[in-house]
């Protein structure tokens, strides 16, 4: 461990940074972590804004600012307890796409965390077409999240394709219920269908994901 310093600064290389980052026992802990964040505080703010702002539909009225604020801070938060398993300390080039991985894993928990709590609690007059200017890699990310959330749901198997359908068309298509029954694959629904899967989807929805 001679190579590990207990001073901080441009000097200091990678490998020790790291090490040092990772193991709270060691001498040196806390000014490594204040190096670090010296080192790459701003390479995270960059990389959380540029996520954020292919997340943010105009039409979820947030300012990104604190938006990118909250998400850094959770970063920062779990950094300590993640960094623990990183094991390549040798390149710091791997470490940094490792970074921008985590990074743009957070982003998109909170961001699909969101949609989510909009959807699964507003009606669609409140925030019409809300994932509809997202990029299409951001929209499936939503999509197949809540695709398999409700597939695996053990009740009401027989209709459980159906259900999806509806559900989607009524929460992200901005379908009414008028609009969905007029198609011929749902002319022959019940009265309440809608209304009682959309329910308990919701209900779904927020039991597994809140």
Known sequence: MGFLM????????????????????????????????RRYKQRIYQIVFYRCDSWQSPRV??????IVNDIVSLVF???PKSIKNYREVSKEKI??????TICNRAVSFYFKDRYIDIISNYQIDDYPEIVGDLPLDNRWELFELITDVLTRDSSHKRNVQRDLVIF???TIGNFKEEEIKKHHCFKEIGPRVVEVTVSRKRKILKENLN
Do not use: V
Request: net charge neutral; charged share 20%.
């Open 168 to 170: 989607l068309l009524y």
């Open 95 to 100: 470490f940094l796409l490792w970074l921008t």
């Open 77 to 79: 938060k779990d950094l």
């Open 61 to 66: 009225k947030t300012q990104l600012k604190d």
């Open 6 to 37: 207990s001073s901080f600064g441009s000097e200091t290389s990678f490998q020790s940074l790291i090490t040092l980052c990772q193991d709270p026992s060691l001498k040196g802990y806390q000014g490594a972590w204040r190096e670090f964040l």
